[in-house]
């Protein structure tokens, strides 16, 4: 496979690209539709152009593999998904202008509400348009971020009546209600604090429902809560970062085994042998204690690689080859002294599998004190994805065309 890679890639790639595993895509949809209620429907989150993937690739093979919904994060991503995603359904949860009722109703794309404000310009827009919106309701039962506050089913009480007013308002469909889980993939505080979570949902949507309100789609579960708390699942499950390999946190990885779909790869531009005492890299802070082979690598934070890594290591053929120095924009060096077979042009693993080691994203996260998301959706856009299915190159996306 690496050989085939290595002559492939070289008539489009000389730098540094990612890998998508399809495969292993698949593999991590199948496994999660397996814990999830066959009356709960899936909706995968590819906001952040697929946490990093590839919005257009990643949607296409969602759908083939029966995936209920969508979840992105704006308008602009809504509508690059609606034209791979035909017509499944899309909801944005974040911040879309009133003044787009329109564009969302004629895409048939879901906006999230979470205010009176907001609920009744969405309306007026899409009256005036004579459109009708399509909405999901947003509680904030914890998370204090966007919502109806119901932290406290008696001190929040009123925000029952404004969801109830928003329900009747003109040109709008309430066809979802849904809260999101702030600490649901917590080691110690999470299960108390979420349990309460979904008690002040189950109670707002009650109360909701003796007003004769009720709706279609009722969802709380993200990554974490789908697999820890099965009981939670309601009418459908939004799951992110689980479908991409990676685990919310490391309480859930016993839960269920997933793959990571992402890789990054650079190669070795230059290889040059220095004496003792030589400086490396910006503020020569880093000096060589003995005659050392080095290796530049066209790889930096311009990539997605961030500065903090320098001290970490990258993989030849399953050996972790050390970074000195200080990482560049574009470029970070390597102390290759004794391995063999490297040359120029010689593949390096900067993030995943290669033989029998592997750099893992929760690795450089730990290093970074972050979290495997920031990672991924930092990878830049001048790093071209290369999708590969059963061995083989199945689909490029370089969004920096030549």
């Not at 459908?236 to 997933?258: A, D, N, Q, T």
């Not at 390597?334 to 033989?355: C, M, N, P, W, Y």
């Not at 592997?358 to 790093?383: F, H, M, W």
Request: hydrophobic share 40%; with cysteine; aromatic share 10%.
């Amino acid at each position: 496979m690496e050989r085939f890679l290595q002559n492939t890639m070289n008539e489009f790639f000389k730098r540094t690209w990612v890998q998508v595993d399809l495969d292993a895509l698949k593999s991590n949809y199948n496994a999660i539709r397996g814990h999830v209620s066959p009356s709960a429907k899936i909706m995968a989150v590819v906001k952040a152009d697929a946490y990093g993937h590839g919005y257009e690739r990643v949607v296409n093979e969602f759908c083939g593999d029966g995936c209920d919904w969508f979840g992105v994060s704006n308008l602009e991503e809504a509508l690059q998904v609606r034209e791979v995603a035909g017509g499944k359904p899309i909801l944005i949860v974040g911040y879309t202008p009133p003044e787009y009722a329109a564009q969302l109703a004629v895409n048939n794309i879901s906006q999230t509400v979470w205010g009176m404000s907001y609920a009744q310009s969405l309306s007026e827009n899409a009256r005036r348009a004579g459109v009708r919106v399509n909405i999901h309701i947003k509680a904030d039962t914890g998370m204090t971020r966007l919502g109806f506050p119901y932290q406290d089913a008696g001190l929040d009480a009123g925000s029952v009546d404004d969801i109830t007013a928003v329900c009747a308002l003109p040109n709008l469909y309430s066809e979802g209600i849904f809260t999101h889980f702030a600490v649901a993939d917590e080691e110690k505080s999470g299960e108390a604090f979420t349990r309460r979570q979904f008690g002040l949902f189950l109670d707002m949507i009650s109360r909701l429902k003796q007003k004769g309100i009720e709706f279609e789609y009722r969802h709380c579960c993200n990554s974490a809560a789908t697999l820890l708390y099965p009981d939670m699942q309601l009418d459908m499950v939004r799951m992110g970062i689980e479908l991409f390999g990676c685990c919310p946190s490391p309480k859930i990885k016993k839960y269920l085994e997933v793959t990571p779909v992402m890789s990054l790869k650079t190669v070795m531009s230059m290889i040059k042998t220095v004496r003792p005492g030589t400086p490396v890299s910006y503020g020569g802070d880093y000096v060589t204690q003995r005659e050392t082979t080095v290796a530049t690598v066209p790889v930096g934070y311009a990539d997605g690689y961030p500065r903090a890594l320098a001290g970490g290591e990258m993989l030849f053929k399953g050996q972790r080859l050390p970074i000195i120095g200080r990482i560049c924009m574009d470029q970070c060096m390597l102390d290759v002294t004794g391995v063999d077979g490297i040359a120029e042009g010689s593949h390096i693993t900067v993030f995943g599998k290669s033989h029998r080691d592997k750099i893992s994203v929760d690795e450089l996260a730990q290093r970074l004190g972050t979290v495997n998301y920031e990672l991924l959706c930092g990878i830049s856009k001048r790093v071209p994805r290369i999708y590969m299915s059963h061995n083989e190159i199945d689909f490029i996306t370089d969004y920096i065309q030549v």
